[in-house]
């Protein structure tokens, strides 16, 4: 099943550089990427090293207010798609390989069982980024690196103990590694209709530029604001349970 339906600009050279909402001088990256990619050439393998950092950082339901501002990439060592998907289109454009947000919306109460109950708040907005990374002549979508290996280790015996197709934000069928090579996703699966976006989005630079598109026709309010301000510490000791393997 494809779940990409709007068209985006694909050319390489629309989603280089700064942007709305992405600043390469503020975030301090500069360093940590040319650490990262030291000794190697070729973009895949450079793009492959930066993804492989980010995802080996621990996932936790990250301040709102901090998780996509560039100035604060370089403090947070811990964070959730958000922040991870804005981590990791930074360090991507700071090595010259364009990259950009495909923003969708999903439906919360297939992917969060387990979490909070939002089956009264079904197909409002729960709005979410991949990144797409410019690769081997195509746009390749990804979000295994949101979740870090240990903990989607996890949550996913967590999921199949269950018997549900999804919960705690990850599909069963979902990965945690990315070869380079094509889509490699997480949160949903192309062969599970019922898990796929409700809505396709679009693409755009960063989460302020996909709010500037989209603030007063869908605002991001309800899901999102209850889910991370009000239910933050309990979402996060139930991931620290899971990894004990409580």
């Known amino acids: 099943m494809t779940w990409k ?9 629309a989603w280089l550089g700064n942007a709305p909402g992405v600043d390469l001088e503020a975030t301090g990256l500069r360093a940590l990427a040319a650490g990262l990619t030291d000794g ?6 450079q793009a492959l090293m930066l993804f492989h950092h980010v995802s080996l950082l621990p996932f936790e339901l990250s301040d709102p207010s901090l998780r996509t501002a560039p100035r604060a990439l370089h403090r947070l060592t811990a964070g959730d798609g958000y922040f991870k998907a804005t981590l990791w289109l930074h360090l991507l454009r700071i090595g010259g390989i364009p990259a950009r947000m495909h923003w969708v919306q999903l439906e919360p109460a297939y992917v969060t069982n387990g979490l909070w109950d ?3 708040l079904a197909g409002m907005p729960f709005f979410y980024p991949l990144t797409e990374v410019w690769l081997q002549g195509l746009w390749q979508s990804v979000d295994a690196y949101v979740m870090d290996p240990p903990l989607f280790g996890a ?6 103990q269950r018997k549900l197709m999804a919960g705690y934000f990850v599909h069963r069928d ?3 590694t990315w070869d380079g090579r094509g889509d490699a996703l997480q949160r949903f699966s192309p062969s599970d ?4 976006p409700i809505r396709d989005m679009g693409c755009f630079h960063s989460h302020a530029d996909f709010l500037r598109a989209y603030r007063h026709a869908v605002p991001e309010t309800v899901v999102t604001n209850m889910a991370y301000e009000n239910q933050t510490r309990q979402m996060n000791e139930t991931f620290a349970r899971l990894r004990r393997g409580a």
Not at 193 to 196: G, Q
Request: charged fraction near 25%; charge should be negative.
């Open 40 to 45: 190697l050439t070729e973009p895949g393998e």
């Open 118 to 120: 939002f089956s009264r």
């Open 174 to 176: 979902g990965v945690c």
């Open 155 to 160: 949550v996913v015996a967590e999921i199949r």
């Open 5 to 13: 339906t709007c068209h985006c600009d694909d050319s390489p050279g």
């Open 193 to 196: 209709p019922d898990s796929c």
